[in-house]
């Protein structure tokens, strides 16, 4: 009679098993039911949502004009900023050779007190930035 208890528990507890794991199976199988049934409606909402703000791809040639704008743009500030720079080397080179040949002392003062100037300032500025690091 025992075995036979025992072999009904053990029956009455492998068909608990098969139910729970049943179960389990049916919870699963509803869970992909409803993450396909909200994966449905999330794609019908943005279609829906696409309709309102159709896309737009913009004109290629529009781009293309814009970059040689720029480009054009570029070339012009170039070649300002290059003349304004020959303007001022001719100058500076020009006052420098005509004060060399007309006070030769005053000019070789002038350059020291550059030199020594910018040495300083170089020194200077060397230092203020290695003591921030």
């Known amino acids: 009679m025992q075995k036979q208890d025992k072999h009904n528990e053990k029956l009455t507890h492998n068909k608990q098993k098969e139910q ?13 039911i409803e993450q396909e049934a909200i994966e449905h409606n999330i794609k019908l909402e943005l279609e829906r949502f696409e309709g309102w703000f159709p896309l737009h791809t913009p004109d290629l040639t529009s781009f293309v004009r814009l970059v040689e704008e720029q480009k054009t743009a570029g070339r012009r500030r170039l070649f300002r900023d290059l003349s304004l720079f020959g303007a001022v080397a001719i100058t500076a080179v020009t006052t420098s050779l ?9 000019y070789a003062a002038s350059q020291a007190a550059v030199f020594v100037g910018f040495t300083v300032w170089v020194a200077v500025f060397n230092r203020k930035r290695a003591g921030s690091i």
């Open 20 to 32: 729970i794991e049943i179960i389990e199976q049916e919870a699963i199988e509803q869970e992909a």
């Open 98 to 106: 005509i004060g060399l040949a007309q006070l030769p002392g005053i």
